[in-house]
Structures are given as C-alpha cells and as structure tokens.
C-alpha cells in the first residue's frame, strides 16, 4: 500500500515512524525544509523523501502521488493541508485523502470541500474529556471517527432497567453493540437471548448520539 505524507515536521515524523514500523507501507513524505528532509532520510532508509512545496503539481507529480493509496496532509498550515488534498483527489485521482486540521473550526470547512477525513487533535482530545465526564463512571477505551463512535466498558448496576433480562427484551439504542459480557472469570459474545446480570461487565460500541441513553440502562434506577 501506497502512503504520501505532506509534512515532515512532528506530526508527519511520528507518522512517518509508526507507518515504517509496521513494515508494509511504500512511504513518501514531502516537506519543504531541507532539514527536516535529511532527517527524515537518514532515519528512515525505506521512505522516499521529496523536497518541495505539498501544494504545487510539480511536486505531487514527482512524488508520484497518483500511484498512492492514501494522500495525508498535516502541515501546520491548514490552507496547505486542504490545497494540497484538493490536488491529490481531484488532479491524481488518490482514493482517500487525510488531513489535519489545526483549527478544530476549519474541520466542517475542509470536508465540504471534498477532504475525506479531517484529524484535529483539539478536538479529539476535548471529546475524550466530554466523554469521560459525561459516562462517568463507564471506561472510556477508544474513540472513533473523530469522536463519533465510543468503545467502553461499564457495569451493569443493580437496580438498572438492563439487569436481569435479555439483551433483545431491553431497548438498547440502535447505534449500539454490544460486543462482550465479562462475568467473574468468563468473558463471551453475547446472543439477543444472553441475559444480562447485575455485576456484569459489558464492552460497548456506541455511537456519540446514543451513549446517554445506552448509560441509562444499565444504570441505577
């Protein structure tokens, strides 16, 4: 699979790290200051390094940039980061474009404007807080899609509308799944039949627009 990554400061260098890592990505970071451009090049021997500005066709052209998979943008510039997207999708015909978003307003901005996916992390780091206040006490494990899909774990309590039925006998909300139970020393997928027991410890998929209410049933009355 075929990456290009605009940007060789912090951000597209940890990328750029975590990417090589993993072994089975065919790397190419673009970045406009020479420094950081033999930095990256002396640490990573199997990424291809290209001098030059992310927003000029020039440069996406001799990046190759239409053999890429996906095209990621995480400049500290945001005009930059949407520019240079914009060329990848609409002039090299790149599948999927990634950018960062430096100013969490500009993220709505860069997807009407045919970015595929828009990364800020202000954003993302202040929906984790919100999460973690608003499902107190659930365990918050991960965010998705921005902060649009919640995976957690929680007890069932007591005296909850869930305890002591089934899965498929209580209205759990459509954007939900439950994906495990943990009960003492067993942990299993659960059926629409499996019963739910005070004390158990479910594992949950849910979406940002139904936690609450998903909170709500298998919490005390």
């Known amino acids: 699979m075929r990456v290009a990554i605009v940007g060789g400061g912090k951000v597209g260098y940890f990328l750029t790290k975590l990417l090589a890592e993993r072994g089975r990505y065919h790397i190419t970071v673009i970045e406009q200051q020479p420094e950081l451009c ?16 992310g927003t000029s066709l020039d440069t996406l052209s001799d990046a190759k940039v239409h053999k890429c998979d996906f095209f990621i ?3 500290g510039k945001d005009e930059d980061n949407l520019i240079s997207c914009q060329l990848a999708k609409k002039v090299f015909e790149v599948k999927r474009t990634i950018a960062r978003a430096n100013n969490p307003k500009n ?12 990364i800020s992390s202000t954003d993302i780091i202040a929906k984790i807080i919100e999460h973690e206040v ?7 494990l991960a965010t998705l899609k921005n902060g649009e899909i919640i995976v ?19 209205p759990f909300p459509k954007e939900s799944i439950i994906g495990a139970i943990m009960r003492e020393n067993e942990t299993f997928v659960p059926s629409g039949d499996s019963v739910i027991l005070p004390g158990d410890t479910l594992l949950v998929i849910v979406s940002e627009q139904a936690k609450r ?3 709500r049933l298998i919490s005390s009355k």
């Open 73 to 75: 943008a995480v400049t």
């Open 107 to 118: 993220i709505n901005v860069m997807k009407r404007l045919g970015v595929d996916n828009v």
């Open 213 to 215: 209410e998903f909170k």
């Open 134 to 140: 608003e499902i107190e006490p659930l365990s918050v």
């Open 152 to 170: 957690f774990q929680a007890v069932v309590q007591q005296n909850s509308p869930a305890a002591n039925k089934k899965i498929a006998e209580v």
């Open 38 to 53: 033999r930095k990256v090049a002396e640490e990573f021997s199997n990424v291809t390094v290209i001098e030059g500005d």
